[in-house]
């Protein structure tokens, strides 16, 4: 069964360096997300990208965000200084383009920043 | 802007105990109602999802249920095991294309 897959599953970095986090998403779905949960927290919207540009961003998602879709199939999430509140688990999710639209989570990545 | 809220909290029940979860959301105007489920430190599973035309949808031993009008939607457990043990989450989607989450419910079954 195809499935949206994360890397790194867990990254440690120093506050203020650059994290590039990697999600391929299933192969035929078109509409993908970056979603973040903080320990405890609930899930939050971060970005929705389609046809090869952000269609949709929360307030949490300012300049220090930022997505692309660099070969067709790789999904990338870069925060270019980390600050100590960007420690969450981020998930990656694509949309199925089915007639319901169901949403489809790949395993997070956690990252925790020093 | 569209809010979530699942109520109860946090569930703590005997196996073999049916349940129901709730969520509610403050704007009807929906296009698809979703439930995941969370293990601690995992991502989301998906388990049911209900489009605006829908009033339930069933899989296995869970049931869930949608009244848009009202902005609640309820998740059944069956004969509840302790594998059901886990943080249940609600999501729906409205006019675009992101889905809004709410707050989960944490669900310990005792054996």
């Known amino acids: 069964e195809p499935e949206v897959t994360q890397t790194p599953s867990h990254q440690v970095t120093q506050m203020g360096q650059e994290v590039i986090l990697r999600c391929v998403p299933i192969?035929?779905?078109?509409?993908f997300y970056w979603y973040r949960q903080i320990l405890g927290q609930k899930v939050e919207f971060l970005v929705s990208?389609?046809?090869?540009?952000?269609?949709?961003k929360s307030e949490i998602f300012d300049d220090q965000f930022s997505v692309e879709r660099p070969d067709g199939s790789n999904f990338t999430l870069k925060i270019r200084s980390t600050k100590l509140e960007d420690s969450a688990m981020y998930f990656c999710a694509s949309l199925s383009q089915s007639v319901p639209g169901e949403l489809f989570f790949g395993e997070g990545s956690r990252l925790t920043v020093l | 802007k569209q809010e979530v809220t699942q109520i109860p909290a946090a569930l703590s029940v005997p196996e073999g105990e049916n349940l129901v979860l709730n969520c509610s959301f403050t704007d009807s105007a929906i296009y698809n109602l979703q439930w995941f489920r969370q293990d601690p430190g995992k991502g989301l599973t998906s388990l049911l999802l209900i489009q605006s035309s829908q009033r339930e949808q069933t899989s296995g031993r869970l049931n869930a249920s949608l009244d848009k009008s009202s902005g609640r939607s309820t998740l059944y457990i069956a004969a509840s095991q302790p594998g059901d043990s886990a943080t249940y989450l609600c999501?729906?989607?409205?006019?675009?294309?992101?889905?809004?989450f709410g707050t989960g419910t944490r669900l310990k079954v005792l054996a």
């Open positions: 999501a729906v989607k409205g006019g675009t294309y992101k889905y809004i």
């Open positions: 990208f389609y046809n090869n540009e952000i269609s949709e």
């Open positions: 192969s035929n779905h078109l509409y």
